[in-house]
């Protein structure tokens, strides 16, 4: 069976950081596109972040200079380092492999 298990949610504060995980199993992850998005609430599902097979990366305007997508193939996992994190951030951020697979989603609160 194959999935995407994200971790790594939380409440901060405005100014502070977070580093998000999503690992996967059941498929061979470094022979996908990987992108996190992010849904707020009453607000339309977000594209924040892609990386390319070969670790081209891409940022939504939104996020650019503070947020960085990487991954690890020998780990089957993917990250989103999320810094200066706002309150707009706030979002249940969601990883997704390719056109196939999404995970069940992490909640990130900034707050004070």
């Known amino acids: 069976q194959s999935q995407l298990v994200e971790s790594g949610g939380g409440l901060v504060q405005p100014g502070e950081s977070l580093r998000l995980s999503c690992v996967g199993s059941?498929?061979?992850?470094?022979?996908?596109?990987m992108k996190w998005f992010r849904q707020a609430p009453g607000k339309e599902l977000e594209l924040v972040a892609s990386i390319s097979v070969g670790g081209g990366v891409d940022y939504g305007d939104s996020v650019k200079g503070r947020f960085t997508i990487s991954r690890d193939n020998a780990k089957n996992t993917l990250y989103l380092q999320m810094n200066n994190l706002k309150f707009e951030d706030t979002a249940v951020y969601y990883c997704k492999a390719g056109l196939s697979y999404w995970g069940q989603g992490t909640q990130v609160t900034v707050s004070t």
């Open positions: 059941g498929f061979t992850f470094g022979t996908y596109a």
